[in-house]
């Protein structure tokens, strides 16, 4: 059996990266345990949205990946009240897909107000 001799700086050195990754070790896990709490979307949730997310890629082309950060709050409100004039209108035809498309569209109207709230109260806002 072979000995290894290890000077007391290698040693010390050792050690320090042990204590090191341990502590690397205890922030990933407590990054894992958040990052799975944010990943608990209720099912409903996720779906919706899935079809806001779709609706939105439609228009990339045209009006840009975020083309609301231009639109002014009277203008997301006023699409707003359009969109759900819409949403009654397939309520009152009894439209499942009317309803659902339509909610959607509200829904994006509604994110799109709040996210340039959100951009303006960071002071990030055009």
């Known amino acids: 059996m072979s000995h290894i001799q290890i000077s007391h700086n290698e040693l010390r050195r050792l ?12 922030q990933s896990v407590r990054l894992e345990e958040e990052l799975s709490e944010y990943q608990k979307l209720r099912p409903e949730v996720l779906w919706f949205a899935q079809q ?12 840009g990946i975020q083309g609301w950060k231009d639109l002014s ?13 819409d949403v009654r209108f397939a309520l009152f035809n009894n439209s499942p897909q009317g309803i659902i498309d339509e909610a959607t569209h509200l829904a994006n109207y509604t994110m799109m107000l709040a996210d340039n709230a959100r951009r303006k109260q960071k002071g990030n806002a055009k």
């Open 15 to 26: 050690h320090e990266v042990e204590r090191s990754y341990r502590s690397l070790l205890e």
């Open 73 to 85: 709050s009277a203008e997301l409100e006023n699409r707003m009240r359009h969109k759900f004039t």
């Open 52 to 63: 806001s997310e779709k609706q939105l890629r439609k228009h990339d082309g045209t009006k």
